[in-house]
């Protein structure tokens, strides 16, 4: 069951059904709350359903079992820099530029200069 529902949130994901993905992950995530796959598909679900708060806390999930997932830190600092948290943010993507070797990565693109 778990597989399936977790196929069927990637496929609603993919058609961009952010709310759909959420329904068919969160059990999922419930169920397997150490999957950091899934947990941060379900973040990335609620990032693009504008739902900020429950993907920031997703997202400090997928950061507390797996600090080294690069993505998830990206992820978190868009999620705060939504909220007009930037000062929050920064710390995330330095973080996320030290674990790639990005620098392009600490600059939020509403603060581009290019």
Do not use: C, W
Not at 24 to 48: C, F, I, M, N, Q
Not at 70 to 90: C, F, G, I, K, W
């Amino acid at each position: 069951m778990r597989a399936l529902s977790y196929g069927l949130g990637q496929q609603y994901f993919e058609e961009r059904d952010y709310r759909g993905a959420i329904r068919a992950l969160k059990p999922v995530v419930d169920e397997t709350p150490d999957d950091v796959g899934t947990r941060l598909l379900l973040a990335r679900a609620y990032y693009h359903a504008a739902l900020l708060k429950p993907a920031e806390e997703q997202l400090l999930q997928v950061i507390e079992r797996q600090p080294t997932e690069y993505y998830a830190h990206l992820m978190l600092a868009r999620t705060l820099e939504r909220q007009s948290r930037r000062d929050e943010a920064v710390k995330h993507r330095r973080i996320a530029a030290a674990l790639t070797g990005d620098d392009d990565l600490l600059d939020s693109p509403t603060h581009r200069t290019n």
